[in-house]
C-alpha cells in the first residue's frame, strides 16, 4: 500500500523553527516533484513550497519567502521543509504531495498538480 508520511510537526513558540519531514512508503521520492501545502481552519489549502525531482526548482509564495527552506534527499527518500522564523499565522496542518508528471525542472504550488497526498502533521505557532 502506498503512504506519504509527514512528520515533525509540533508547538514552537513564534520567531522559532522546525523541519517537516516527508517519507514515503512504497515507492520513492527520486522521479517525483514535491510540494508542501498548509491548511488552517476554515481556509483553503495553499501551497508553501515545492522542488521538481531533479531539485533544480524550487519555489515559495511571498508569505514565506526568505523564512521557509525545502530540500530533498534522494538517498533517504525524503523531502524536508525547514520553516525559521515562524509566525501564529503559519499554524496549520502541512501536507506534503507527490507529482508524478514526467517533466524535469518544474514544480508547482498549485494543489491540482499533484497526484498523491499524505495525511498531514500539524504545526502550532503559539506562546
Known amino acids: 500500500q502506498l503512504k506519504l508520511v509527514e512528520s515533525g510537526g509540533g508547538l514552537v513558540q513564534p520567531g522559532g523553527s522546525i523541519r517537516l519531514s516527508c517519507a514515503p512508503s512504497g515507492f520513492t521520492l527520486a522521479n517525483s516533484a514535491i510540494g508542501w501545502f498548509r491548511q488552517a481552519p476554515g481556509k483553503e489549502r495553499e501551497g508553501v513550497s515545492c522542488i521538481s525531482k531533479d531539485a533544480s526548482m524550487t519555489n515559495y509564495p511571498d508569505s514565506v519567502k526568505g523564512r521557509f527552506t525545502i530540500s530533498r534527499d534522494n538517498a533517504k527518500n525524503t523531502v524536508y521543509l525547514q520553516m525559521n522564523g515562524l509566525k501564529p499565522e503559519d499554524t496549520a496542518v502541512y501536507y506534503c504531495?507527490?507529482?508524478?508528471?514526467?517533466?524535469?525542472?518544474?514544480?508547482?504550488?498549485?494543489?491540482?498538480?499533484?497526484?498523491?497526498w499524505g495525511q498531514g502533521t500539524q504545526v502550532t505557532v503559539s506562546s
Open positions: 504531495a507527490v507529482s508524478w508528471r514526467p517533466t524535469s525542472g518544474i514544480c508547482s504550488l498549485t494543489k491540482g498538480w499533484y497526484d498523491f
